[in-house]
């Protein structure tokens, strides 16, 4: 039975919604982490080790996409709850187009500049060589790669949340049939793993193009559109946070890679490939689950609906307060299987990553509240503060623990810091929660 913005959510009813953004951000990282276990087992350590390296400034490149989607989202479901229904179509429309375009300026200027970017954060030779040839095919399809973020926020928005859900697993399909192909069988090496990774992501991008171009029963649908300046910077403010935590997160990864080959070379930067592969299957519930609340919690907000924000807040923190639990138990007991699966070849690094993942994983025991909060106020259309979560929870607090954290503790100090980080991030967050409650009433 579908499920209306307009309900009144129960638990049951609540994961019954979210449950497709859910597994279908998890999905999206599962594919990803197919990428590294080909490169890694089939390729080798030092190809392994120039994707994760570049990986972070073609995250950044691509951040723009979640910038759109997640602010477009909360800005038209707001008009929808508002009874503007036609209004809300346009801006869609609007949101997608300029997104397309930006795309692909983007990926233009990331393709030129992508060597000299490369070369000044500290890869070198071979390692060099292997970032720009990998990078530049995955930057061919970064406007579709931006368009699939966006429509996985447009679905839960539009009320079909199962189809974002259906175009994600075809791209993921696609993706991990494409690596054992063209990695293991026909032995392409990097270049047959940029190539998988591209293509399912043109799959994941055009596919809702066309869903959303032709007659559908979904409340959104592509449309003839006008510029409204206004509209588009308010979606780029209310998105802000999420682009600001997708740079963010970036840098900082950037960063660790720089400390990594500072204190343990070119095995530090594979370990924490490894951790970051991980990171993302396990973030990836908690950013589902705020991707399919946001479109319900603006929802009410726009049609002033404040016994249900509350509701719906309240039921919130409880879930991720269960989930996180949960989490760190199962990242605790899986750590030895999955540093095996990705590294098992070399016992030194091996071993490297194994404590590393042991010392991480408690990270996941607050990540959770940080990244709700944030979103929970882009759905308020209170882009500031989100942003301001984001910005001290993935830069700030990061960069402050990764940099002097490693001066008392060295390399452990390095996958503590991830910890301190998310413990301060929801401090902040409950701060915010607590001071904003008479303006918002939840």
């Given amino acids: 039975m579908k499920i209306q913005l307009s309900e009144h959510f129960s638990y049951k009813k609540l994961l019954r919604f979210t449950l497709p953004s859910i597994i279908m951000m998890i999905f999206t990282s599962i594919y990803s982490v197919v990428d590294g276990f080909f490169v890694s087992n089939f390729v080798g350590k030092t190809p392994f080790a120039a994707v994760n390296f570049i990986m972070p400034f073609l995250m950044i490149l691509g951040a723009f996409g979640f910038m759109f989607g997640t602010g477009g989202s909360a800005l038209i479901s707001k008009t929808m709850g508002e009874g503007d229904k036609e209004r809300a179509k346009r801006l869609f429309s609007l949101f997608i187009y300029v997104s397309a ?3 692909v300026l983007i990926a233009a200027a990331g393709i030129i500049f992508i060597r000299p970017v490369a070369a000044f954060l500290g890869a070198e030779g071979t390692m060099l060589d292997d970032c720009v040839r990998y990078g530049r095919i995955i930057l061919i399809a970064l406007p579709a790669y931006m368009l699939q973020f966006e429509f996985q926020s447009f679905f839960v928005t539009a009320e079909k949340p199962h189809l974002g859900l259906g175009v994600t697993i075809a791209a993921g399909v696609t993706n991990m049939i494409l690596d054992a192909l ?14 998988a990774t591209a293509i399912s992501q043109c799959v994941g991008g055009v596919i809702p193009l066309i869903y959303f171009l032709c007659p559908n029963s979904s409340t959104l649908r592509l449309t003839r559109t006008k510029f409204d300046g206004r509209a588009l910077f308010k979606a780029c403010t209310n998105g802000v946070s999420e682009l600001m935590s997708n740079i963010s997160m970036s840098i900082v990864g950037m960063l660790y890679n720089m400390q990594l080959i500072k204190y343990a070379g070119e095995n530090g930067v594979a370990a924490y490939g490894v951790l970051m592969y991980v990171n993302f299957i396990f973030l990836a519930a908690f950013i589902g689950y705020s991707v399919g609340t946001a479109p319900i919690i603006g929802y009410n907000y726009g049609s002033g609906n404040h016994s249900e924000l509350k509701n ?18 199962a990242a605790e007991g899986l750590a030895r299987p999955l540093a095996a ?27 959770g509240i940080a990244i709700f909060g ?15 979560i984001s910005f001290l929870r993935t830069l700030v607090f990061q960069v402050a623990a990764v940099l002097i954290f ?5 390399i452990d100090g390095i996958w503590m810091s991830i910890v301190a980080a998310e413990l301060m991030a929801v401090g902040v967050t409950v701060m915010f929660l607590l001071t904003k409650r008479k303006k918002y009433h939840y």
Avoid at 374 to 388: E, H, P, Q, V
Avoid at 406 to 410: A, F, M, V
């Fill in 374 to 388: 944030s979103s929970f106020f882009t759905a308020l259309n209170d882009g500031l503060i989100s942003a301001l």
């Fill in 406 to 410: 490693p001066l008392i503790w060295g």
């Fill in 341 to 367: 699966m990705f590294v098992g070849y070399d016992p030194e690094l091996f071993e490297m990553t194994l404590r590393g993942f042991i010392i991480y994983s408690f990270s996941f025991l607050f990540s």
């Fill in 101 to 103: 375009g930006c795309g």
């Fill in 182 to 195: 063209l990695v293991a069988v026909f032995s392409l090496g990097l270049v047959g793993a940029a190539a």
């Fill in 312 to 329: 719906l807040l309240k039921k919130s923190l409880r879930l991720i307060g269960i989930f996180s639990v949960v989490m760190v138990i």
